[in-house]
């Protein structure tokens, strides 16, 4: 085993700044030294990368949201950085353990805008927003016990007022995300329109959560060597005092169940101060899609966030994971339960910044790792800076391996530069215990069914932490389907 203000003038398309004639220059550089930063800027530039973010802008050149001036912004400011972003590859450390070759090998096609669907969807939630292949699906939405002032649907839609205003202030607030990649960057090219959740002060959505379902229909067939890229947003706004119970779930539906497609998707979350928000995020995708998402939660003073993850899909999973507490006595807690077969990659890279005294912090990860060509990653950092005193965070990452060869990566870490803290964290890598088995056997239980009741159990801790009832039995039964005689 191995273990290891929107009124600024929009900057030219990556198609122009690709070619040769300059751009309007600004007053410090004369029209001369602007054209050779620039020629110089896109001859570093990966071609690769450059070429998805041209048929992306391509793409995008008939759709309706394109004179919106907010997706603009966002679509400029995301061009900009493409041009000094490359490839990751094995040297850059983030992607050390996370082979992205399929994705490159491929040829990338952006998911077209989506017909009339012909399916239906099945949600327990009287509050269902569906995106099919990043684009609003309303006939898939439902959205009938929402309390007043609350807001959900799609930014373009949204008529200009104080809620609109407050959006706006938070898309711009994500341009000083100094995390952010290449991934984050393709989205923000590439995403036809962003789904908005905004939670007035005061008002809560717990008993019936939202739940938001990414659909993917524009699947290719195994083999193809093509794969649709999809590039679904969504902005999460929470003010103060109100409280939320949030359900993301992403999956292939219409024949594209098995086929192989890129889900490229990114969350932004803003908790204000006094505001509480519960996020079950439920990932099942095709076995043969790659699927790489962002979630950017921001939170104030005595806010509370909760993240419960449950992983089980697709032949690649990277989870970019950036939390800042922006405020003392603030709550975050995070769970993760991750399941790897054959040939598949779990990933789960977070980040946790504390910069405020009295933070409170707990993160669990948890994998199984069930063939011998599945494999593990988890990089978990959490950074507690000078003035982050009294601070109680603790770390636990836990991992199953259950076949030979299966491969593990682990790394938690703490960066502590306050000097009055609580922290701890700790990680274990191994296969069943013979004691726990033993115990089982000596009580007559068989040696496989022994085995399936500690496999499942190892991520019962988390499963059970998912408050939507109907969604925990769905999850519930099936992780035990995939675990079965493994």
Not at 47 to 61: N, Q
Request: charged share 20%.
């Amino acid at each position: 085993m191995s273990y290891c203000c929107l009124s600024s003038p929009p900057s030219p398309p990556l198609r122009r700044l690709r070619s040769p004639l300059p751009l309007p220059p600004p007053k410090a550089l004369t029209p001369t030294a602007r054209r050779a930063s620039l020629s110089l800027r896109c001859s570093l530039s990966d071609p690769f990368v450059l070429e998805i973010a041209e048929k992306l802008e391509d793409s995008l050149s008939s759709s309706p949201s394109i004179q919106s001036l907010p997706l603009q912004r966002l679509r400029d400011s995301s061009s900009q950085s493409l041009l000094s972003r490359s490839w990751p590859s094995s040297k850059d450390e983030p992607f050390r353990f996370t082979d992205t070759s399929f994705l490159k090998n491929s040829s990338i096609l952006p998911a077209p805008i989506p017909a009339l669907p012909s399916f239906s969807l099945d949600s327990p939630s009287p509050n269902l927003i569906s995106l099919l292949d990043g684009h609003f699906a309303t006939s898939l939405s439902r959205l009938s016990s929402l309390p007043a002032g609350v807001f959900v649907g799609s930014l373009s839609a949204l008529p200009p007022g104080p809620v609109y205003d407050r959006l706006l202030a938070a898309i711009a607030s994500a341009d000083e995300f100094q995390d952010r990649d290449l991934f984050w960057d393709l989205n923000g090219v590439g995403a036809p329109d962003i789904a908005v959740i905004f939670i007035p002060a005061g008002a809560r959505v717990v008993d019936e959560p939202i739940h938001i379902r990414f659909c993917y229909s524009e699947g290719d067939e195994i083999g193809s060597q093509r794969l649709r890229l999809s590039n679904p947003r969504v902005l999460v706004v929470v003010e103060k005092g109100a409280e939320v119970g949030i359900v993301e779930e992403h999956l292939g539906v219409g024949g594209s169940e098995e086929r192989c497609y890129w889900a490229n998707s990114v969350m932004e979350i803003v908790i204000e101060e006094g505001a509480k928000v519960t996020h079950s995020y439920v990932q099942r995708q095709s076995m043969n899609a790659a699927h790489i998402k962002w979630t950017f939660t921001q939170q104030e003073a005595s806010s509370s966030y909760e993240l419960i993850e449950i992983s089980t899909g697709a032949r690649l999973s990277r989870h970019n994971l950036h939390i800042q507490q922006l405020g003392p006595d603030t709550v975050t807690e995070l769970s993760a339960f991750h399941v790897s077969r054959s040939n598949q990659t779990q990933d789960l890279h977070s980040r946790l910044v504390l910069d405020h005294p009295r933070g409170y912090s707990r993160q669990l990860h948890k994998c199984i790792v069930s063939q011998s060509s599945g494999q593990a990653v988890f990089d978990g950092n959490i950074k507690v800076n000078r003035f982050a005193q009294q601070t109680d965070a603790g770390q636990l990452t836990r991992t199953l391996l259950l076949a030979p060869r299966a491969t593990a990566n682990v790394k938690p870490n703490l960066q502590i530069i306050a000097d009055d803290v609580k922290c701890s964290h700790g990680a274990a890598i191994s296969d069943l215990e013979e004691d726990q088995l033993f115990y089982f056997r000596a009580r007559g239980v068989d040696l496989q069914t022994a085995r399936d009741a500690l496999v499942f159990s190892f991520g019962a801790e988390v499963v059970a932490r998912i408050p939507s009832a109907p969604i925990r039995k769905s999850v519930t039964s099936q992780v035990k389907e995939l675990l079965t005689n493994q």
